[in-house]
């Protein structure tokens, strides 16, 4: 199983980036799909997450900035990013869970419940 995540790059704050999340998920549909972030040195951060069935979950420093979206046909997940400021640098991962395993929509940030992770892309927003 692959998660393959793109889109990443530089780009100056107030700018927009949409990451991208292709997974070689048999049955993708039936995953639960999160993002998460992480900066040198500091622990991996939930940014957001969507469900199998659509529901749509973020973490309150993105909410209103960031969309998640999904196409099942084409196994990926979306991350569009708006409004970018310096905070955002990280590298940006994906995340899969069976849906199953995520109970409510809070354990969506859980990492422990995603099976297969992306090897994450970098975004460094500039001031």
């Known amino acids: 199983v692959q998660l393959q995540a793109s889109g990443g790059g530089l780009v100056q704050a107030g700018g927009s980036l949409r990451l991208s999340c292709a997974a070689s998920?048999?049955?993708?549909?039936?995953?639960?799909m999160g993002w998460f972030r992480q900066t040198p040195g500091k622990e991996r951060e939930f940014v957001g997450g969507?469900?199998?069935?659509?529901?749509?979950y973020y973490a309150d420093s993105v909410k209103g900035r960031f969309t998640i979206s999904r196409d099942n046909p084409k196994k990926t997940v979306y991350l569009r990013m708006n409004s970018l400021k310096p905070e955002d640098t990280a590298a940006y991962y994906c995340?899969?869970?069976?849906?199953?395993?995520?109970?409510?929509?809070?354990?969506?940030?859980?990492?422990?419940?995603?099976?297969?992770w992306g090897q994450g892309t970098q975004v460094t927003v500039s001031s």
């Open positions: 969507i469900t199998s069935e659509g529901e749509l």
């Open positions: 998920l048999r049955t993708f549909s039936n995953y639960d």
């Open positions: 995340a899969a869970a069976w849906w199953t395993r995520i109970k409510n929509i809070d354990s969506l940030r859980e990492e422990d419940e995603y099976e297969y």
